[in-house]
């Protein structure tokens, strides 16, 4: 049985079921309460709980092709991490019973699953360091509680967007449409990632590091090269620049090319979206979130730190430690990844403590949860991807 085949189809479902799922939430903003359990809302839940079914038989069925759990580059950690906060988000609904919720989390979901393809998405073998049962011990939990904590950035973003002044203009609003601002930017690497593998572009440039010869595959044209790079694709497009000296590791020219393209897709998708609304975003969707409560987002952020943080604090600390002794025969070691993982530990830690102590209650509170998923995805993305380390293989 190809089990890849059926695997790749199972996404593919999920991620359709939560695009109609997406509808169906949308509609519940017609009704007179958000809790309101509604036609809408009832079909909303059913597709999502079928999506994350097909989403689990993904995880099995890669999981018997590949023969290991599948959480061991970035698209498998990836698309595991949006499982998860659809999980988070479900069962945070039904403790609470607000549809809008799934309006929004379901998109954050569908645009992780969509930038986790654009990674590779075959199957390999491990390396030695990652051959152990606490990959599955370590990763996955630490998967988990990422996107139970991307839950109180959900509640946390709507609470802000409802609560907020749109129609003056003032820092919190421009911080506010800067976070939104920067979904647009993973839409536009998403988009220019399809665009450019659909047209199958490649070219190689050859370049030194740590006085080694590597080559580096540009899926999209150059606009920065490696430093020091030269052209090995006959007729390929020369760089309009270098990569500067300071940016270290391994294809750091490739990486600086696509954030360029990314931001120059994502900025020019958000202009578009401008355009069209003739406002900003937040207060273009501000009118539809007024019967929104906001004490009981509030509580729902506050309730998706304290879950989401013990099973981090677990994950990301006690196991990932465990697993640093064992295989590297110390605990701590000051990697990158070490050093991201604790500064979140240390960032949510300071949220229970104001939230508890201080009375941050509300806005204070939601500003948080939207920091907290910022240092999340810089976790993820910049440390995996650019800072060296000992987590590169991601």
Do not use: C
């Amino acid at each position: 049985m190809d089990w890849f085949s059926i695997s790749s189809g199972a996404l593919y479902t999920a991620f359709i079921l939560y695009l109609i799922a997406t509808f169906f939430f949308g509609a519940t903003i017609k009704d007179k309460k958000t809790t309101h359990k509604g036609k809408s809302g009832t079909i909303g839940i059913a597709l999502t709980i079928a999506g994350l079914i097909a989403q689990l038989v993904y995880f099995i069925t890669r999981w018997i092709a590949s023969g290991h759990a599948p959480v061991s580059n970035m698209f498998e950690f990836v698309t595991s991490f949006g499982m998860g906060l659809v999980l988070a988000f479900l069962i945070l609904y039904f403790i609470y019973r607000i549809t809008v919720l799934g309006l929004f989390a379901l998109p954050i979901a569908m645009i992780l699953i969509a930038y986790a393809s654009m990674f590779p998405t075959e199957i390999a073998p491990l390396v030695p360091s990652l051959k152990s049962h606490w990959l599955y011990i370590h990763v996955t939990t630490v998967s988990l509680g990422n996107a139970i904590l991307a839950v109180s950035f959900v509640s946390g973003l709507i609470f802000l967007i409802r609560q907020i002044d749109q129609t003056v203009k003032n820092k919190k609003n421009i911080w506010l449409e800067l976070i939104i601002y920067s979904l647009f930017l993973f839409i536009g690497f998403i988009v220019i990632s399809s665009v450019f593998n659909a047209t199958n572009y490649e070219a190689v440039y050859g370049y030194q590091y740590n006085d080694k010869s590597y080559q580096s595959t540009y899926h999209m044209p150059p606009i920065a090269g490696p430093h020091n790079g030269e052209i090995l694709t006959p007729g390929a497009m020369k760089p309009l620049f270098e990569a500067p000296s300071w940016m270290h590791g391994k294809d750091a020219g490739q990486k600086l090319n696509t954030i360029i393209w990314s931001i120059m897709a994502g900025t020019l998708i958000y202009g578009i979206v401008r355009l069209v609304l003739r406002k900003r975003v937040g207060a273009a969707i501000q009118p539809y979130l007024n019967k929104t409560n906001p004490d009981m987002l509030d509580e729902v952020t506050y309730r998706a730190v304290t879950i989401g943080f013990p099973v981090f604090t677990l994950g990301g600390l006690i196991f990932a430690a465990i697993w640093a002794q064992i295989a590297w025969d110390r605990f701590w070691g000051w990697d990158p990844k070490e050093v991201w993982a604790l500064i979140t530990w240390f960032f949510y830690a300071a949220f229970l403590h104001l939230r508890l102590s201080r009375g941050w209650h509300g806005e204070k509170s939601a500003w948080l949860a939207v920091g907290g998923f910022a240092i999340i995805m810089f976790n993820i993305i910049v440390v995996n991807l650019v800072l060296a380390g000992l987590h590169s293989y991601a």
